[in-house]
């Protein structure tokens, strides 16, 4: 059983920076890959980014690229998703969830994921 508490959510102005971060509990953290997911008002929950369960692999939405930047830290069994230059349309409510890879790329849709946090707003406004 892994529990995950997000935190970081807030305000931020277009063009600014936002750190999300997912802090886990338990002893298996290094063993999962963990994601980042949105959902915006309206819409279904959608993956912006992920990282295996060493770090040494990241895969990220289109949208997300070049953007946003998926880390962890093990020894602090938490993840964190760095949000650069956020456009209003990024306004969504995060997700980060834990999930076991059996294959080498890194999963990216909900199903894929056993653990699931309760989610911070984050909110950009122009």
């Known amino acids: 059983q892994v529990r995950l508490v997000e935190s970081g959510g807030g305000l931020v102005q277009a063009g600014g920076s936002l750190r999300l971060s997912c802090a886990a509990s338990g002893r298996t953290f290094n063993s999962y890959t963990m994601g980042w997911f949105c959902q915006a008002p309206g819409k279904e929950r959608e993956f912006v980014a992920g990282i295996s369960y060493n770090g040494g692999s990241t895969h990220y939405a289109d949208s997300a690229k070049g953007r946003f930047f998926i880390s962890r830290d093990n020894p602090k069994n938490t993840a964190y998703l760095q949000m650069n230059s956020p456009k209003p349309e990024d306004t969504a409510i995060y997700y980060c969830?834990?999930?076991?890879?059996?294959?080498?790329?890194?999963?990216?849709?909900?199903?894929?994921?056993?653990?699931w946090g309760q989610g911070t707003q984050v909110t950009v406004s122009s």
């Open positions: 969830a834990a999930g076991r890879q059996f294959f080498l790329a890194i999963m990216t849709t909900l199903r894929d994921y056993d653990y």
